[in-house]
């Protein structure tokens, strides 16, 4: 038997999640976000589902469009950091991508450039987050600059982030919504601002366009239960199997550094997942995993290629049982808060080492 270790994909359920948000935000188009690789999903297996019933797919950098365009994808993609450099704006043009305008230098680089075709821009305005997008108090002067651009489309969208939408008690959304309302009263043209926590929390953000990424995964970007993620659906399921199983005393100790100690006599199970496979080596003693579909935690350091875990009161584990990492019954984000990260860590940073299977077409 090969090695088990599967990051299982369930197309199924990233198609459901889409309907959520659209549900949730029916007078929205939708911008589906598969940047980094679709969350670790795997850009070319998302993209290809999500491309017909998306409005727009949005990657973070001409190099990600590129590989979806190679690969057939011909919807409009968005470059949500826009470009890096000026002769992109060409590249960018040949291949109908979309651009985000971000800066100043992003608008110069615009208004010098000779397109075959012109581009349609995103003009993005920091309402508080303060890491890309243009001051508030440039807005109409740069808004004006790129409709009187020749390398731009008419339809310019204006749009902004939020830094706090996960957080549904921070005063911070409601705060750079009524910025935005304020920004973008006097221009005729169509705005954006949500993300995953802003679609499913925040109706009042939806706008003409929504630009959700994490929910389509099936996860809830909010730390507490939320009103609607209960009803989205986990794609990734990252599965392993019980490779050994070992009795270990009393006062014996399990894995490196002997920071795990047998307070009673205790079944380890050894699973062949580790942090070369996308298992995050911070994980401490106690973070959960599922045993033939039951709870069993984390026992002992996380190895490269294995981790170890204590199945002392699953007696029915033998060799050769599944092991669930993440995913259906166990939600990445419960793993991550474990390992003092978020779900969108976990699943992006999954290596090729472990083959994304699509199992649910
Ligand atoms: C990544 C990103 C999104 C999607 O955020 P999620 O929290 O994954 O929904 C939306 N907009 C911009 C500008 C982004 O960079």
Same mark, same amino acid.
Do not use: K
């Given at each position: 038997m090969a090695r088990p270790n599967q990051a299982r994909l369930n197309l199924a359920a990233l198609r459901h999640n889409l309907s959520v948000a659209r549900t949730l935000a029916p007078g929205s188009s939708v911008v589906a976000v598969v940047k980094a690789n679709a969350y670790g999903h795997g850009a070319h297996i998302v993209a290809r589902e999500l491309a017909p019933l998306a409005d727009a797919l949005a990657v973070a950098c001409i190099e990600e469009a590129v590989a979806l365009r190679e690969s057939g994808i011909t919807s409009p993609i968005l470059l949500?950091?826009?470009?890096?450099?000026?002769?992109?704006l060409t590249l960018a043009s040949e291949l109908g991508l979309w651009v985000m305008v971000n800066t100043l230098e992003q608008l110069c680089w615009l208004e010098e450039a000779r397109l075959q075709q012109p581009l349609r821009c995103w003009l993005k305005v920091d309402?508080?987050?303060?890491?890309?997008?243009?001051?508030p108090s440039d807005t109409a002067a740069i808004y004006q600059r790129l409709q009187a651009?020749?390398?731009?489309?008419?339809?310019i969208v204006l749009c902004t982030h939020f830094?706090?939408?996960?957080?549904?008690?921070?005063?911070q959304t409601a705060a750079q919504i009524s910025e935005f309302e304020r920004l973008s009263a006097d221009f005729p043209c169509q705005r954006s601002a949500a993300n995953s926590a802003g679609v499913m929390?925040? &109706? +009042?953000?939806?706008?003409d366009w929504v630009r959700p990424g994490?929910?389509?995964?099936?996860?809830?970007?909010?730390a507490g239960t939320q009103?609607?993620?209960?009803?989205l659906q986990a794609v990734m399921t990252l599965v392993s199997a019980v490779i050994a199983l070992h009795d270990v005393a009393p006062g014996e100790t399990v894995g490196y550094g002997a920071i795990w100690t047998a307070r009673r006599p205790s079944r380890i199970a050894t699973v062949t997942i580790g942090y070369g496979d996308g298992?995050?080596?911070?994980?401490?003693?106690?973070t959960p995993v599922l045993v033939n579909g039951q709870r069993a935690t984390l026992a002992g350091r996380v190895s490269m290629d294995m981790i170890t875990v204590d199945?002392?009161?699953?007696?029915?584990v033998r060799i050769g049982d599944e092991v669930v990492?993440?995913?259906?019954?166990?939600?990445v984000g419960e793993v991550a808060r474990h390992v003092g990260t978020i779900g969108y860590e976990l699943t992006t940073r999954m &290596? +090729?080492?472990?083959p994304r299977i699509v199992v649910t077409p």
């Open positions: 949500l950091q826009g470009v890096f450099e000026a002769a992109e309402t508080g987050m303060h890491r890309l997008g243009i001051e651009c020749h390398q731009v489309q008419a339809d830094a706090s939408a996960d957080d549904p008690a921070s005063p929390a925040w &109706p +009042a953000a939806h706008y994490y929910m389509l995964y099936g996860n809830s970007p909010f009103a609607n993620s209960g009803s298992y995050p080596r911070l994980a401490p003693a106690g199945v002392t009161d699953l007696p029915a990492l993440w995913g259906n019954g166990l939600p &290596p +090729a080492r472990t």
